[in-house]
């Protein structure tokens, strides 16, 4: 009997450090940038989200993230600009065919269902290192990932040097994770 209830608190005390896992859905989730071009605002989508997230907001160390966009869905309301930024000059998605995010560490703020992000983002071939805060808001059974951050696209060779638009990309992620 000893056994038995040593056993069974053991796995309570286990359970908290397993992650639940998640898989991003296409339907339900945004993955939107917007950039200056010659003083306007501008921008698009992507779709096709694809990778695996690993969650415990009462353990964060066992949380990872590891999710794909792919880059040939990228979608500005023209066609002839969409083919343009799927070419070599830009995105180069016969090249370069996803955007991928690799968390490398999730860790918690001072604000209820708030954390950071830290890890790795590839595009264009370049893989650099970023960080920003997101929400974790569960949803049923499910969560809603969603966030905000900036990046200088010339940092991943994503066009040119240019007078007339922005080196900075704003990014605002909305990713609806189906538990697995």
Do not use: C, W
């Amino acid at each position: 009997m000893n056994h038995l209830i040593v056993t069974f608190i053991s796995l309570l005390l286990y359970l908290p450090s397993i992650s639940q896992n998640y898989t991003p859905a296409d339907n339900g989730s945004k993955v939107h940038f917007s950039i200056k071009n010659f003083g306007v605002n501008t921008g698009g989508d992507f779709s096709h989200l694809r990778g695996q997230i690993d969650f415990n907001p009462q353990n964060l160390a066992v949380s990872s993230f590891s999710v794909t966009v792919d880059v040939s869905t990228v979608d500005t309301d023209s066609e002839t600009r969409d083919g343009h930024l799927r070419g070599e000059n830009y995105f180069d998605a016969e090249k370069f065919p996803v955007i991928s995010i690799k968390s490398t560490k999730i860790s918690a703020t001072n604000k209820s269902g708030v954390y950071n992000f830290a890890g790795l983002l590839t595009m264009h071939g370049v893989t650099k290192e970023f960080f920003f805060p997101f929400t974790a808001t569960p949803q049923g059974g499910d969560y809603v990932f969603a966030g905000e951050f900036e990046l200088n696209r010339l940092e991943y060779s994503v066009g040119e040097s240019s007078a007339v638009m922005s080196k900075t990309v704003k990014v605002s992620l909305s990713v609806l994770a189906k538990k697995s």
